[in-house]
């Protein structure tokens, strides 16, 4: 995509995220990669939902916002140094979503894991979700607590927090993002109607095993 794609794009996730709950007020943060030494990343303080391409920063890989004519009054999301610890440590790694899916939060404070009941479709496309401790908001905290998680994990639950999602392109990033809430709704209504059974350690093994043959079809 070009550039001009790439700032569309966004902006359209970012209308998704508002729609669907998974951000609320001006929460949550969107960037991909524009090459090997910039970034494009969401502004500090503007809702998802309501985004034009141009009020999106370039940074270079040190969170310095480059000369792209927005604005001063713009920053960068707040949450950059997590965005640009997953570019650092993944080449594979092309777009990054944080967000704050309601369910999936819940599950964290309830100190539930994402993988109480296992769901075959999350375990095929998802693959281990870990929650991190907690760590604060809008703090290189976040960044330390993603750190040794994101070289093995494409999706990250924020202790009371969010969660962070990657991919190789912004819907990739984005799909995961939507399959994590979903997984965390079904865990949440299993639990309202009482418990369940998880699936047998075979059948998780089974499941396991496909993950590189359709994980790849299933998020692109």
């Known amino acids: 995509m070009s550039e001009a794609q790439l700032r569309e794009t966004i902006c359209h996730i970012g209308r998704l995220m508002h729609q669907f709950t998974l951000v609320d007020g001006t929460s949550g943060n ?109 703090s290189l905290e976040n960044r330390d607590a993603i750190c040794e998680l994101i070289r093995d994990h494409d999706s990250i639950l924020l202790s009371y927090h969010g969660s962070l999602t990657v991919g190789v392109d912004l819907w990739a990033a984005y799909y995961r993002l939507e399959m994590l809430e979903h997984t965390a709704k079904l865990i949440y209504l299993v639990h309202q109607l009482g418990g369940g059974q998880p699936l047998p350690a075979h059948q998780i093994e089974k499941l396991v095993k496909l993950q590189g043959v359709y994980n790849t079809v299933q998020i692109t």
């Open 30 to 138: 969107i960037s991909v990669r524009l090459g090997e030494d910039r970034v494009l990343v969401t502004p500090s303080g503007v809702g998802k939902g309501q985004m034009t391409p141009d009020q999106l920063i370039i940074i270079d890989m040190d969170g310095i916002k480059v000369g792209d004519g927005t604005p001063d009054y713009l920053k960068p999301t707040s949450e950059t140094p997590m965005h640009l610890e997953a570019y650092k440590q993944r080449s594979d790694v092309n777009a990054v979503i944080h967000a704050h899916p309601t369910y999936a939060v819940a599950l964290t404070i309830a100190g539930l894991d994402l993988q109480t009941y296992t769901i075959p479709e999350a375990i095929i496309s998802l693959g281990h979700v870990p929650t991190t401790p907690y760590s604060t908001p809008a």
